[in-house]
């Protein structure tokens, strides 16, 4: 920040710069201006007599002054037409906020209808998660069970156990074995 203010003074590194131009173009705006006066042309500054002469304003001639009845006419009528615009623009928000009311009123009984749909699918997708998960439990037990079953008949009776066979031996005899009992 070239410039820092110190009440009305400015202080800066080229603060005495700018006030020597600032001096420079008042003192070259004042000469030129006591120059005109000199000459006889006016200055730049005193234009403004112009604006009284009506005489050296020749297009506007055909133009007269308005009155204050003018004045109150023309401001009645553009109060007029801002009054018709601000009852259409008002009109038009009062329909346009009553159209919204009853959309909003549609879209909750859509909304609440939607709810009770979900309700329900929610409802019957529990039903039948709980359903399957027993089937599958009463599926699962059957099939232990099956195995179960089937692998108790899968193994063979046992046999009755044979009485050994006896042998005597009698010295010098010869006797052949007896054959075991049919069954």
């Known amino acids: 920040m070239p410039f820092k203010q110190t009440g009305n003074d400015y202080d800066s590194v080229g603060g005495e710069a700018i006030s020597v131009a600032v001096r420079d173009l008042i003192g070259t705006l004042k000469a030129d201006a006591f120059d005109r006066i ?3 042309r006016p200055s730049r500054v005193s234009t403004a007599h112009k604006l009284d002469n009506k005489t050296e304003r020749p297009n506007h001639t055909g133009m007269t002054d308005i009155n204050r009845q003018q004045v109150a006419d023309m401001l009645a009528a553009s109060e007029a037409k801002v009054d018709a615009r601000l009852a259409n623009f008002d009109t038009s928000v009062k329909t346009g906020f009553a159209d919204l009311k009853t959309g909003f009123a549609e879209m909750k009984t859509e909304m609440q209808k939607m709810r009770g749909d979900f309700e329900k699918q929610s409802h ?3 039903k039948w998660i709980i359903g399957s998960v027993f089937g599958m439990i009463s599926l699962g037990v059957a099939i232990i069970g099956v195995m179960i079953n089937l ?3 899968e193994k063979p009776a046992a046999a009755p156990a044979q ?3 006896v042998v005597i031996t009698v010295p010098g005899a010869t006797v052949a074995p ?3 009992a049919a069954k």
Do not use: M, W
Request: aromatic share 0%.
């Open 151 to 153: 692998n108790k008949a």
């Open 163 to 165: 009485p050994a066979a």
């Open 178 to 180: 007896a054959q075991p």
């Open 38 to 40: 000199e000459e006889g």
């Open 124 to 126: 019957d997708s529990t």
